[in-house]
């Protein structure tokens, strides 16, 4: 792949060149795809004839919309099948997967992709660790210059921690989120909670109990159901502060137990709180049995005008049923209905 | 005359070899372009994957570029989800252009971590 390794093949792969153009030739296979993430992103321009633009064959060859430059071997715009606009259901998603490459030129010919593919099959850095090798060295190396630590990289790592896909979003929604700082628009929730990420894991855990699934609990917490006065609570770093929290507990109870104290009861409800709050962090869930709209979803359990702890503390004791509001018509948001993506990068 | 034998040889070795490419077995696809991406380069191309995924809109894009090395890239925010866990996450196109004229463009996910910082989800 590299000028080197193309320097150091001299004559013999010439040979390697030609035989195996020869070899492609005498057994006139079908036309080669190369494999990204399993999935089959390309063809190589074949069509060209070898020389000048391929219009990157059809749909089913890799290039679902425009076509290709006509060199490469998953060339083509980045408007493979694999990612085109009208390969999905949304009609705007895009499989994670899928990729693209152009190559340095156009217009190559078949012996010269021959030539690109054979450097790349004996590039010592291509060989045979795959994309997903090379992703997770690159999100490492991307990880390392970020300014965070390798102790965060390893908890952040895990695209398990973050569960699977929920609901997307459409543009609105998701542009009026980069606005409002990714924690509120100042039509918040009620308060009573410590701060943003309290009141995010709360609802989130208390959407989830009641039966709506988690993308109500936290569009709610950053977005509110209702108009509310209160301003949302800048966000902090929840997780490691509850893990911080939990760790001072546990030691709290084993210091106490070694003391002989007998009444650590409070000590261990408190554990087993920060403990549930975790995992709630962590625990992914079944798809939501509710498909409303997020807006109108009722979290407030007893009814008292404001949506906290004492709304999930009712709901984890089963004392509210379900009751799904109609939907309107102009709901932006159906997790039934939604655009649905492919499986993010994960 | 001794180049007939070798030819040959390398005519058997080489189906083999193009039996691979039409089957899968291929490279790293454009995520190898991560491969040649310098120290400086990722520093960039990070910094500007918080920005992007943190600021900009849906189908903006941010960019960054080195001018050391002549390589540049690109983050494209295309669709925001919410995950099981209540996170926020963005499905994202990376482009990468390199100096030699090498390009490509890799789409990744990443969620909003508790931290605040943009986590690039492994897969």
Redesign the interface.
């Known amino acids: 792949?590299t000028g080197k390794n193309r320097a150091n093949g001299g004559d013999g792969r010439a040979?390697?060149l030609?035989?195996?153009a020869?070899?492609?030739l005498l057994?006139t296979?079908?036309?080669?795809?190369?494999?990204?993430?399993?999935v089959?992103?390309g063809a190589m321009a074949w069509a060209g004839g070898g020389n000048g633009n391929g219009n990157g064959g059809n749909g089913n060859s890799g290039n679902g919309q425009g076509g290709g430059n006509g060199n490469g071997?998953?060339h083509g715009s980045?408007k493979s099948d694999s990612?085109g606009k009208s390969g999905d259901r949304s009609g705007?998603?895009?499989?994670?997967?899928?990729?693209?490459?152009?190559?340095?030129?156009r217009g190559h010919g078949r012996l010269q992709e021959i030539e690109a593919?054979?450097s790349?099959?004996f590039?010592p850095?291509?060989?045979g660790?795959?994309?997903?090798?090379?992703?997770?060295?690159?999100?490492e190396?991307?990880?390392a210059?970020?300014g965070?630590t390798a102790a965060?990289g390893r908890a952040?790592?895990?695209?398990e921690?973050?569960?699977?896909?929920?609901?997307?979003?459409d543009?609105d929604?998701?542009?009026a989120?980069?606005r409002s700082g990714?924690h509120g628009s100042g039509r918040s929730v009620p308060d009573g909670f410590r701060n943003h990420?309290d009141r995010?894991?709360t609802m989130?855990e208390l959407a989830k109990t009641l039966g709506y699934g988690?993308?109500v609990?936290?569009?709610q917490?950053n977005f509110g159901a209702a108009p509310g006065t209160v301003e949302p609570t800048p966000?902090s770093?929840?997780?490691?502060a509850l893990a911080e929290e939990l760790a001072d507990a546990r030691a709290e109870l084993e210091a106490l137990q070694t003391a002989g104290v007998d009444d650590t009861q409070a000590v261990q409800d408190r554990i087993a709180e920060l403990e549930q709050e975790l995992a709630?962090?962590?625990?992914?869930?079944s798809a939501p049995e509710w498909d409303g709209d997020w807006r109108t979803a009722d979290l407030d359990v007893n009814d008292d005008g404001r949506v906290d702890h004492a709304d999930l503390d009712l709901a984890r004791a089963g004392t509210a049923p379900v009751e799904a509001p109609d939907v309107p018509d102009d709901a932006p948001i159906e997790p039934g209905s939604a655009?649905e993506?492919a499986?993010?990068?994960? | 005359m001794t180049r007939r034998p070798v030819t040959a040889l390398l005519l058997v070795v080489s189906l083999p070899l193009a039996g691979c490419m039409g089957t899968g077995q291929a490279p790293d696809g454009p995520a190898a372009l991560y491969t040649a991406l310098g120290d400086d380069d990722v520093a960039l191309a990070a910094a500007t994957l918080q920005r992007s995924l943190e600021s900009e809109p849906q189908g903006g894009t941010a960019r960054w570029r080195n001018p050391a090395s002549g390589n540049q890239g690109s983050i494209t925010p295309r669709d925001t989800y919410v995950s099981d866990s209540g996170h926020f996450c963005r499905v994202y196109d990376e482009e990468l252009t390199f100096a030699d004229g090498r390009s490509g463009t890799i789409v990744n996910a990443a969620c909003r971590g508790d931290s605040g910082r943009w986590v690039w989800l492994a897969g």
């Open positions: 792949m040979l390697i030609t035989s195996l020869l070899a492609l057994t296979a079908p036309l080669p795809r190369v494999s990204v993430d399993g089959v992103i071997s998953d980045g990612n705007r998603g895009h499989r994670s997967d899928a990729s693209s490459v152009d190559g340095p030129g593919a054979l790349d099959f590039s850095r291509g060989n660790r795959g994309s997903a090798g090379v992703k997770a060295e690159a999100r190396r991307y990880a210059l970020d965070r965060m952040e790592r895990s695209s921690s973050f569960g699977r896909r929920q609901v997307v979003l543009a929604l998701a542009d989120l980069v990714w990420g995010v894991r989130v988690a993308h609990g936290a569009l917490a966000p770093a929840d997780r490691a709630a962090l962590d625990a992914p869930t655009p993506l499986e993010p990068a994960a």
